[in-house]
């Protein structure tokens, strides 16, 4: 399949709601090799947070259950809420894992233009902070580091290269904002508090990526 057939599969996936069809067709385009237009890239984006966020949705459901008199004092209850947030961990972990990986190798090492440079390391600081968000106490910490730093090597390409108005820089100065004052304190907090704390910085990062990716796709749209 030729990447022009992969990426009009990928837009119609994208319409009908077929987000896994959809990362399929833009894991072919990925992979043929050739530098991504702003439009792939932000396919590309798309169909993995959409995946992504469904994981984190249920994620955030078992845990609700997981803390709540519907499983305690039930212990074979709680046993199987462990189970199936365990087996969404997994899932989780794997695709950004996965996410990772791409970005790596081809797409930060083969992006040409700036803007590309910026936009793919910010989608890996996004995705090491999603794995912080599920990871052990031991690992969350490393994770919350890559995402920090990830962020601030797109910070200081985005300074020099884009314009303050770029919707890419714009969120990501919004993102290391956000992370650089949380980091320090996440330590401090209890496992109560840090739950509390994390539900609106995650709402506020969601609409922050709608909202850059809304403002991307109409700025291609009135382009010549």
């Given amino acids: 399949m030729s990447r022009e057939q992969s990426m009009h599969l990928a837009r119609l996936a994208d319409k009908a709601n077929r987000f896994g069809d959809m990362l399929e067709y833009m894991k072919a385009v990925v992979t043929s090799g050739i530098d991504l237009t702003s439009e792939e890239r932000n396919l590309f984006c798309a169909a993995y947070k959409m ?4 994981h984190r949705r ?7 259950v997981e803390k709540s008199g519907e499983v305690t004092g039930h212990p074979i209850h709680l046993a199987l809420a462990r189970k199936c947030k365990a087996k969404i961990e997994k899932d989780l972990t794997h695709t950004c894992e996965e996410v990772l990986h791409t970005l790596e190798t081809p797409l930060i090492s083969g992006a040409i233009s700036h803007e590309a440079r910026v936009f793919f390391q910010k989608m890996a600081g996004d995705y090491y902070r999603y794995l912080a968000e ?5 690992t969350a910490q490393g994770l919350a580091q890559s995402s920090l730093e990830a962020y601030t090597r797109a910070n200081a390409i985005s300074a020099i290269h884009l314009a ?3 919707p890419i820089r714009l969120g ?3 993102n290391l904002s956000a992370i650089d004052s949380a980091i320090p304190l996440l330590e401090s907090l209890t496992e109560a508090e840090y739950s509390d704390a994390v539900l609106p910085i995650q709402i506020l990062q969601l609409n922050l990526a709608r909202w850059t990716f809304n403002m991307s796709v109409d700025g291609m749209e009135e382009e010549p």
């Fill in 58 to 64: 249920s994620w955030k459901v078992i845990t609700s």
């Fill in 51 to 54: 995946t992504v966020d469904s």
């Fill in 134 to 138: 599920v990871a052990a106490e031991d």
């Fill in 164 to 166: 303050p108005t770029n």
């Fill in 172 to 174: 990501l100065t919004l």
